[in-house]
């Protein structure tokens, strides 16, 4: 009987030494199998998370140096922040962008200040009762009422006075005016208070404040600069005002013993010889584009707007 089990268990030993083999064959490699199925599907995942991270990201750009300081920015319409701008692909063609560059208008105009050519300014249009036309620049009585005053900031001390801008309303009629007076504030930067008949020539009155941009202009049609000597100037004080030029002016300069002399340029638009040194000599006026003309024979007469010759180029 033990003879007989153990001549049955070797038979049965032997069975499963048969069948054992190839299911470990198999077990083994039902594990090699998922292995590398976890290993092929963790590696598409990271790609795919990979690939959806550059899609989702953001366009990184930098922030426009060129444009306008804080004040001029603040003049102009606000862009996308770069957080929100949708990625452009390489191969699409790209826009130009909304926002304009300073610098390059800069380069051609090196000596403007705020105001520079080649740049739109957004803002708000409003109306005030211009009356003669006389204004914070004291160019004084004025014939012809398409006119303006600049906002305090862009005002700029007087820096825009004489400044010829084009104003374009969102509703697409336009207008061009003469700087002669100052918005104070809140006036906010890019405002424009235009006379009541600039204004209309844009809406109605009834409007109110209607959103618009301007331009800075250098017009075709100009005469020639005049001078004018401020009340009670003298050969020991003078005021020197500039008239009629055809682009902002930049600087002002007196001939004296010593060379030329700039003068500081007061926010009623003269240029002030405090001491009365150059005061009734040649005068040297310079545009914001660095162009110079020099004018002799202006007599030291108060009050009184002397013609020139000269007038600055267009641009």
Request: glycine share 8%.
């Amino acid at each position: 009987m033990r003879t007989t089990r153990h001549g049955a268990a070797e038979p049965l030993r032997q069975r499963w030494r048969v069948i054992g083999i190839p299911v470990a064959l198999v077990s083994v490699g039902v594990v090699v199998c998922l292995a590398a199925a976890l290993l092929i599907d963790g590696g598409a995942d990271t790609r795919r998370t990979a690939k959806e991270s550059v899609v989702d990201a953001p366009a990184s750009v930098p922030p426009d140096s060129g444009s306008p300081t804080a004040a001029a920015l603040a003049t102009m319409a606000p862009t996308p922040s770069a957080a929100r701008r949708p990625r452009t692909p390489a191969n699409s063609p790209r826009s130009p962008s909304s926002t304009p560059h300073p610098e390059s208008a800069a380069s051609t105009a090196p000596l403007a200040g705020r105001i520079k050519p080649g740049i739109r300014y957004r803002g708000v249009a409003t109306a005030y009762e211009a009356g003669d036309g006389n204004g914070a620049c004291l160019y004084g009585p004025s014939g012809d009422l398409m006119i303006a005053a600049m906002n305090h900031t862009d005002y700029e001390s007087a820096k825009a006075c004489g400044a010829y801008v084009l104003v374009r309303a969102a509703n697409g009629a336009s207008v061009t005016v003469r700087i002669v007076n100052e918005c104070p504030l809140p006036c906010a930067p890019g405002q424009l208070d235009l006379s009541q008949q600039a204004f209309a020539r844009l809406a109605n009155l009834s409007v109110g404040r209607l959103p618009m941009t301007w331009t800075l202009l250098s017009p075709a049609a100009s005469g020639t600069l005049s001078i004018r000597y401020k009340t009670g100037s003298s050969q020991w004080w003078c005021g020197i005002q500039v008239i009629g030029h055809r682009n902002p002016v930049a600087v002002l300069e007196v001939r004296t013993a010593e060379g030329w002399r700039k003068l500081h340029r007061t926010d009623y638009n003269y240029f002030l010889a405090p001491e009365g040194n150059g005061c009734g000599t040649a005068i040297r006026i310079t545009d914001i584009y660095g162009e110079r003309v020099t004018i002799n024979g202006i007599a030291l007469e108060p009050d009184i707007a002397q013609p020139t010759r000269v007038q600055f180029a267009r641009h």
